[in-house]
């Protein structure tokens, strides 16, 4: 049926460039997601102030970029140095982050022993309080300052176009442009290092131990507190890499950026199944395609509904995800 309401036409037509543009979104999804697939898959704990890990990383690579005042689509040499740079400073920000929050707020509740809930509502809390400082606190202290970073507070801020974007091929109808091929092709490389690295080397090992068996673990002489703090790290560096590729691929930030996208890595970690990484990097780039095709369809105001119905969906025929939880059986 094709009306007002329904355009499967452009879908058809042309779903090479939608599946594309689908896949380049949900990478950045699936990036953000891993943060939150290694906690639970270790902790069993939501941590949603993830989301706010992924902002404090876009406004590094903002603020570094606006410390050296990069201008738009700058020489090659200096768009890769820059975008090296900002990896480094995003991870380094969203990393410390991530390790910041664990320790001062999740490490004295786990040393209360206390209920899943309270986690779950600090959380939550810690989520506000950073959107808060970005969105009222620090413009207030630095808006004078560094105006082109903060402004005036809760508004969107641009960022430079680091890499103009130019099509590099065609297949058929497909234009294939060169940022959604370094966002799809650097997500999926991120993703294969932390694979590699939970699954082959000392570290990794530790922390599926802790994982599948925390008690048993430490009585193999694992420490229980180093993994927790790598788990965070890590996904704190995969939020900042997150940060950096959705800075070129959008090229804006603001205070309260990392609500809808956390809530949609989140989606994507379950849809994989939570406690997959492989499950994480299948969710994010399956719900990046189903956003694109839902907005063709119907219209873009409908793709945030469109994500979340169908998350209900694939959980009504498969509660544990599409590859279902695994971190601690090998859990890998």
């Known amino acids: 049926m094709q009306g007002d309401l329904v355009n499967f036409a452009d879908l058809f037509s042309h779903i090479g460039q939608h599946t594309v543009d689908g896949l380049s979104k949900g990478a950045i999804y699936a990036l953000i997601a891993l943060g939150y697939t290694l906690v639970y898959g270790v902790l069993r704990l939501i941590n949603f102030a993830h ?28 768009a890769v140095l820059f975008l090296v740079l900002g990896l ?14 664990e320790r001062v707020a999740y490490r004295p ?29 620090l413009p207030k202290l630095l808006g004078d300052l560094v105006p082109s970073m903060f402004g005036r ?20 109808n497909t ?29 990794g090992r530790g922390v599926r131990a802790v994982a599948q068996n925390p008690e048993t673990a430490a009585l193999m002489g694992v ?6 703090m790598l788990i965070f790290v890590l996904g704190g560096i995969m939020a900042g890499a997150a940060a950096l590729l959705w800075g070129m691929r959008f090229g804006f930030t603001q205070n309260s950026i990392g609500f809808v996208l956390g809530l949609k890595a989140f ?6 199944g939570i406690g997959n990484l492989r499950g994480a990097l299948l969710g994010g780039l399956f719900l990046g395609i189903v956003e694109v095709y839902g907005a063709t369809i119907f219209a873009s105001n409908w ?5 979340f119905v169908v998350l209900v969906v694939v959980l009504m025929f498969r509660p544990t995800g599409i590859l279902g939880e695994s971190l601690g059986r090998a859990r890998a």
């Open 51 to 78: 989301s706010e890990v992924f902002m404090v990383g876009t406004f590094a690579v903002l603020g570094l970029w606006t410390a050296f005042g990069v201008e738009n689509n700058p020489p090659l040499g200096q």
């Open 88 to 101: 480094i400073v995003a991870a380094i920000a969203s990393g410390g982050t991530a390790l910041a929050i």
């Open 109 to 137: 509740l786990r040393r209360k022993n206390a209920p899943p809930l309270i986690f779950l509502i600090t959380a939550i809390g810690l989520s506000l309080v950073l959107v808060e400082v970005f969105g009222l606190v």
């Open 153 to 172: 507070g809760r508004i969107i801020l641009g960022m430079p176009t680091i890499i103009e974007q130019k099509t590099l091929f065609t297949i058929g």
């Open 175 to 203: 234009e294939i442009n060169n940022v959604q091929l370094i966002v799809i092709v650097s997500a999926v490389a991120m993703m294969a290092v932390l694979d590699w690295f939970i699954n082959r080397t000392r570290y």
């Open 223 to 228: 420490n229980q507190e180093r993994v927790i």
């Open 267 to 272: 989606t994507a970690a379950v849809l994989g």
């Open 303 to 307: 793709e945030d509904v469109i994500a």
